[in-house]
């Protein structure tokens, strides 16, 4: 839903704090992921083109709270600490499950991301085309690990489902503190 006359209007400096974490969080993600699977497998060298993809996102939000003077997240040690440790904690079951973390991850930020991009409407050109822009790339990662066999990931559903719930918390958490 777009925003109307009369509705409250979005919180610009609390979607780019959420993003900037999000995007970090997504760094350690795969920086744990390359930890374990170094250059060993077939799948290092995917995992690192979406991890300079998810740097590059990182940089932009990183840029934008300096320049508009947003408060970043006093959660970010956290997010460094859980991101790592769930990207190598996947790695270590296994390429499918490093792949099966990417999807249940990029599901939850594609839906995050088109939530701002509705409430956002015209309001913010230069976010909004970012935040379109990134989620393209976040849909790509997602359909490429579900291309690389992430599904076949034991226990995948509980796994996913573990892993969406982790990630709507952190977004949650990281909108107010």
């Given at each position: ?9 979005p919180?610009i ?6 993003d ?6 997504a760094?350690?993600i795969?920086a ?6 170094g250059?060993?497998h077939?799948?290092a ?6 991890a ?8 932009f ?6 320049e508009?003077?947003v408060?970043?997240t ?11 440790a ?20 990029e ?13 956002l409407?015209?309001d913010d050109?230069?976010l909004?085309?970012?935040v ?14 579900l ?19 982790a ?10 503190i």
């Amino acid at each position: 839903m777009r925003w109307k006359p009369g509705d409250p209007r979005p919180d610009i400096g609390s979607m780019i704090r959420v993003d900037q974490a999000g995007e970090y969080g997504a760094t350690r993600i795969y920086a744990g992921q390359l930890a374990v699977m170094g250059d060993r497998h077939d799948m290092a060298r995917a995992i690192s083109g979406m991890a300079n993809q998810e740097e590059r996102h990182r940089a932009f939000f990183d840029a934008l709270i300096a320049e508009r003077g947003v408060r970043p997240t006093a959660l970010q040690p956290v997010w460094n600490a859980a991101g790592f440790a769930l990207g190598a904690a996947t790695a270590a079951l296994g390429p499918a499950a490093a792949m099966a973390c990417t999807v249940a991850v990029e599901t939850e930020i594609d839906l995050h991301y088109q939530e701002q991009l509705d409430a956002l409407g015209e309001d913010d050109p230069t976010l909004s085309a970012a935040v379109a822009e990134f989620r393209a790339e976040e849909l790509e990662h997602r359909d490429s690990a579900l291309a690389a066999g992430a599904e076949t990931a034991p226990a995948y559903p509980l796994l996913s489902g573990a892993i969406r719930l982790a990630c709507k918390a952190a977004i949650a958490a990281s909108k107010r503190i």
